[in-house]
């Protein structure tokens, strides 16, 4: 089992839409969740942080953590082409490292 | 805006030659990674160092080696390169955090695409 895992996709919407990105982890320990973007050719930057169960807004972003289904995930309202993207969910499990998933392909089209 | 550099970004080497990838980052970080990024497969963390003369050892290191002299240079050196040493990587920094986590925003390079022939 791997420890981040993550749909590869793509994942399409239309404009406008809600786009929801999951990621479920296998550390039951883990106690940082990170959502990471990665535009093709580039480097990834982190979006959103969650450390406690429940949901954390940012704008158009909302990350949403389940410690006891070990389930975190994003969504964003009001999509647009431009968040068109990688989406990687990183995990800190304690160890003062990360680990990510391999990350969900998302495509908003007009 | 804090700044990681990483010395190429298309690097074109043969197999068995000894390789050098150049990161330094300038906004006095003291956690710095070593990631190698491939289709299906994600981000793995090969290296990574929280202090100067300091590292550990990530998820694959085998293969590779890194040296962290002053504190915003972490290099990471292929001994003798191979043609499974293909890859995208990525150098990180981040400051040295409290509490839950210690591993807070990771600021990334823009990444060396390493062809091993």
């Known amino acids: 089992q791997k420890e981040v895992e993550q749909n590869s996709g793509p994942l399409s919407v239309p404009e406008g839409a809600i786009a929801s990105l999951n990621c479920t982890y296998s550390d039951r320990g883990s106690q940082s969740f990170f959502w990471y973007r990665q535009y093709s050719g580039k480097s990834p930057e982190l979006i959103m942080s969650i450390y406690s169960n429940g949901d954390k807004e940012d704008g158009r972003f909302t990350a949403q953590l389940n410690k006891a289904s070990q389930y975190v995930s994003l969504l964003i ?3 647009q082409p431009s968040d068109s993207a990688t989406y990687l969910c990183a995990v800190n499990q304690g160890t003062d490292k990360l680990i990510f998933g391999t990350g969900t392909r998302l495509q908003v089209f007009p | 805006d ?7 970004r298309y690097l074109v080497k ?3 030659e000894k390789v050098f990838l150049e990161c330094v980052q300038d906004m006095d970080h003291e956690n710095m990674f070593w990631y190698r990024q491939d289709p ?6 090969i290296y990574f160092s929280y202090d100067v003369k300091m590292k550990e050892k990530g998820d694959i290191p085998e293969g590779y080696s890194v040296s962290r002299e002053k504190k915003e ?26 509490g839950v986590s210690t591993n807070e925003k990771l600021f990334f390079g823009s990444g060396t695409q390493l062809s091993v022939l």
């Not at chain 2, 299906?40 to 963390?45: H, I, M, Q």
């Open chain 2, 73 to 98: 240079r972490f290099s990471l050196i292929l001994e003798s390169a191979s043609t499974n040493q293909t890859s995208m990587y990525l150098c990180a920094s981040s400051l040295k955090g409290t």
């Open chain 2, 2 to 8: 804090v700044k990681v550099t990483q010395s190429s």
């Open chain 1, 77 to 79: 309202r009001d999509s």
């Open chain 2, 14 to 16: 043969r197999t068995g």
């Open chain 2, 40 to 45: 299906g497969l994600g981000l793995r963390l």
